[in-house]
């Protein structure tokens, strides 16, 4: 009876669509129809079905962990090397020794830890007036101009004074004159260690290019030469050397060689290298050399050498124009140092420094005299 009815339903549904007048193409596309929403509705009922209540007690879906595949942790180790620590491993689990990296930062890093105390200058440290303290063990600070004292520090302690003592020995050359005299090297001016500049015995140059190469590269064989070639031997020039510093009023000093290498009897003081300093700052001559940063010497056989300034505060200073270095175990780092700005001229010495602070106390001393 139900089957009787549900085929009486069929045929009165053709009917009616065939009273209708449809045709099959009606026919196909309402099928069609009705088909595409079976699909939707069983999406839609899939959604529903993953509502869940969350913990904290607000509903809504539920978000399922995606599938991490090899590409995607290849991925997110690649961010990770930019986004983070460069030297760090890009995986969860860090080994003890990182990669390298090509990460500029990293490499400033690296560098940076790799500094250490002794290569990291400390800053320079002040007395409340406002004067560079300094490490050496007698400094003195005047007007080269008027021989005013500015700053002192033990500057009447004998002191030897290594090739700083120089500068007199330049000074009575220059100041002897006749400089474009030839100079005959002799066997006994080769005779000085450890710094030569290796002039050889018979070979002949101008007085001027010897003291040219002793004040920027301070050469201990040229010292003897010039010596011996003004006075006639290196005892009767140590002679004129004491006297000289006697006119100039440096009394408490005795000069036995014109080199400064270490010798019995042979001291100098702060004070009275100032005063040596001052004359030959004051010296047209020595002070067109000693503010050269480099010289290019002519042997005699033709062959030249580029000499480079001892003096670092040349090139680190623009106002720096001079003037001598000197070391020896027993004088430690020493330097006598001069600094220009308009209007005002001053002169450095530093005796018995250390090789990581004779530098910075000078050009601190230089800073602070020019400008204070």
């Known amino acids: 009876m139900a089957y009787a009815t549900g085929a009486c339903a069929v045929k009165a549904f053709i009917a009616y669509f065939r009273s209708m007048k449809l045709s099959r193409n009606w026919l196909w596309f309402l099928c069609v129809l009705i088909l595409a929403s079976v699909p939707t509705a069983w999406s839609q009922d899939a959604a529903d079905s993953s509502e869940a209540v969350r913990p904290s007690g607000v509903s809504g879906s539920v978000r399922k962990a995606k599938a991490v595949t090899a590409k995607d942790k290849i991925a997110k180790a690649n961010r990770s090397d930019d986004e983070q620590d460069a030297n760090a491993e890009p995986t969860p689990t860090r080994k003890a020794k990182t990669s390298k990296s090509t990460h500029p930062r990293s490499h400033r890093a690296r560098a940076k830890s790799k500094e250490t105390p002794e290569t990291i200058p400390a800053p320079t440290e002040y007395t409340p007036e406002g004067i560079p303290k300094t490490s050496a063990v007698s400094v003195i600070v005047v007007d080269a101009n008027t021989g005013k004292t500015l700053y002192e520090k033990n500057p009447d302690q004998f002191r030897a004074a290594a090739s700083t003592q120089k500068l007199l020995t330049a000074l009575i050359v220059a100041e002897s004159g006749f400089l474009d005299r030839q100079v005959t090297v002799q066997p006994t001016d080769t005779m000085a260690e450890p710094v030569k500049l290796n002039i050889k015995a018979g070979d002949a140059y ?24 003004n006075a006639g031997s290196i005892e009767a020039f ?85 003037m001598k270095t000197g070391y020896t175990d027993s004088a430690g780092k020493c330097l006598i140092a001069s600094g220009t700005r308009p209007g005002r001229d001053v002169i450095v010495v530093v005796l018995g420094d250390t090789s990581s602070r004779v530098w910075r106390d000078a050009s601190a001393l230089l800073s602070w005299s020019l400008w204070m």
């Open 238 to 322: 140590a002679e004129v050397m004491n006297r000289r510093a006697q006119q100039l009023g440096a009394g408490h000093s005795h000069f036995v060689n014109p080199n400064g290498l270490p010798v019995p009897g042979q001291y100098s003081t702060a004070r009275d290298l100032s005063l040596i300093a001052r004359a030959a700052y004051a010296n047209p001559t020595i002070r067109s050399i000693v503010c050269l940063p480099q010289l290019v010497f002519r042997f005699a056989n033709g062959r030249t050498r580029e000499l480079e300034n001892t003096n670092k505060l040349l090139r680190r200073l623009p106002y720096c124009n001079g």
């Open 206 to 229: 101008q007085r001027i290019d010897l003291l040219r190469a002793l004040l920027v590269k301070s050469p201990n064989d040229v010292a003897r030469c010039l010596a011996r070639d």
